[in-house]
């Protein structure tokens, strides 16, 4: 075993730092992927967690409780429900989206969805509901009242958008159902790195798992480093 160890992880950090071009094409199409879900998922989730978190209406309660379950829900179960309305035999089944970078962002969106409204109604639900009073009261218009309450919780988003970016950056279900594991094209990180696992290549798939803890901790130390000059401007 430790022979094993000693010529694998050599192996893995030479290929992440000479510039293997499959790897990092990998690693690009992962950013790429899981960075445009995001942006396409956070203006909507923002508006449906302040909504939640601000207005008063029938069936509130019980649509804060879905985000929550949806929480917990596998993302194979996610790929395999888009996968069933994106097949040839499905609804969407023309547009010819399967096994495609747009049905993987499709996935992903799916997922973060429900982590930025729960975290971000979390975040808003602990904010002085007063900042959006006085706002209104001292004739600030509905946008300017909701950027300076999203102003006020950004710390609180920071931390939801970087869970969700995480969490689906990371996920394999979904991103190997709805985009195929194809080369070049829809092969992101997890993908690659159960491919390898299973053909017992493990020198690849350690370096794109040292490209995901890397990443944990750089959205951790950022976070925490927004958060400490957020603390000494107040």
Do not use: C
């Amino acid at each position: 075993m430790d022979t094993i160890s000693s010529s694998i992880i050599p192996a893995a950090l030479n290929l992440l730092f000479s510039g293997d071009p499959e790897l990092w094409e990998i690693i690009a199409i992962s950013f790429r992927v899981s960075g445009t879900a995001i942006l396409i998922a956070m203006p909507a989730s923002l508006l449906t967690a302040f909504i939640l978190a601000y207005w008063q209406f029938p069936g509130r309660r019980l649509l804060i409780s879905i985000f929550n379950t949806l929480l917990a829900v596998p993302a194979v179960v996610v790929g395999l429900t888009l996968y069933l309305i994106l097949s040839r035999q499905g609804p969407l089944g023309e547009w010819k989206l399967l096994f495609t970078q747009t049905a993987m962002i499709m996935g992903q969106i799916a997922l973060a969805f429900p982590i930025l409204v729960s975290m971000g109604h979390s975040a808003l639900q602990s904010a002085d509901r007063r900042v959006w009073e006085t706002a209104r009261t001292l004739g600030a218009s509905a946008p300017r009242s909701f950027y300076t309450v999203m102003r006020e919780v950004r710390f609180g988003l920071l931390a939801a958008m970087f869970a969700a970016f995480g969490r689906i950056i990371a996920e394999v279900g979904a991103s190997m159902m709805l985009g195929g594991n194809i080369l070049h094209h829809t092969r992101n990180i997890p993908t690659a790195i159960a491919m390898e696992a299973s053909k017992g290549e493990f020198a690849l798939g350690i370096a794109l798992g040292l490209v995901l803890l890397i990443l944990a901790f750089s959205l951790n130390a950022l976070l925490h480093h927004v958060q400490g000059k957020g603390q000494l401007t107040t």
